[in-house]
């Protein structure tokens, strides 16, 4: 079996991350809550959609997907958005505070 890893980071990343794991959602019929009604085979790996989600052992469907962002704000409307319970809370990780677009203190102090 294939699996694919998406790795978003940054402002940009994370909300265009989003926005393909909530159409990869509605392409597969897959609910915000990650059910997925129309699984014939819960537990087992066979459609293509797998390469994308994880399935846990209750039948939910994990997208294979990381967010970083060293600013909270932006994944905190993943965390609270309709897609909020899709996503495990170990794949969305941030900072305290963002670079304020000055890439030597995100490098150099706020990153490490």
């Known amino acids: ?10 402002q ?3 909300q ?4 393909c794991w ?4 509605l392409e ?6 990650g059910t997925m009604p129309g699984d014939k085979t819960p537990g087992v790996a066979t459609d293509s959609f797998n390469t994308f989600f994880s399935e846990t052992g209750s039948g939910k469907h994990v997208p294979r997907a990381i967010h ?3 600013e909270p704000t932006v994944c905190d409307e993943i ?9 495990h809370p170990e794949q969305i990780i941030t900072g305290k505070e963002d670079a304020a677009n000055n ?8 990153g490490k």
């Open 103 to 110: 890439y030597a203190r995100g490098h150099y102090t706020i």
């Open 79 to 87: 965390r609270t958005g309709t897609y909020r319970q899709l996503y």
């Open 28 to 33: 597969h019929g897959i609910h915000p809550d």
């Open 1 to 10: 079996m294939r699996e694919c890893i998406s790795l978003h980071i940054g």
């Open 22 to 25: 909530e159409l990869y959602c």
């Open 68 to 70: 970083v962002d060293l």
């Open 16 to 19: 265009t991350g989003n926005g």
């Open 12 to 14: 940009a990343g994370v």
